[in-house]
Every structure is written in C-alpha cells, then in structure tokens.
C-alpha cells in the first residue's frame, strides 16, 4: 500500500479532544494513510482513548 497522507499528532494530556480528533481523520476513507501519535506520558485519560481504536498500534 502506498501511503498518501502522513499525519503526525503529539498527544500530551489532550483527552477532551482526541476522540473527535481521531475520528475525523478515519472518516476520510478516499485517501490512503498514516496515523502517528506520539504519547509524550499523558496522566489524563489520552492513553485509554487510544487503546480503543484498532488502528493503532501502541
């Protein structure tokens, strides 16, 4: 698969925004892409909501 789009997204303590954040950019489905998130040690709830999405690796 050849990748269009990388996006790159530092998460430090930004719990109330991720969700929203993170599905906005998977419901794009007409363009191939990349996710980065960078956990800089969050202590709010950042890590948990990425755990739920399957495509993510942590």
């Not at 997204?9 to 991720?18: D, G, K, R, T």
């Amino acid at each position: 698969m050849n990748i269009e789009l990388s996006i790159i997204i530092p998460v430090y303590n930004v719990e109330q925004y991720l969700e929203e954040c993170l599905d906005s950019i998977y419901a794009v489905e007409n363009i191939r892409k990349e996710v980065i998130l960078v956990n800089d040690g969050s202590i709010d709830g950042s890590l948990e909501i990425l755990k739920r999405y399957e495509e993510i690796l942590i």
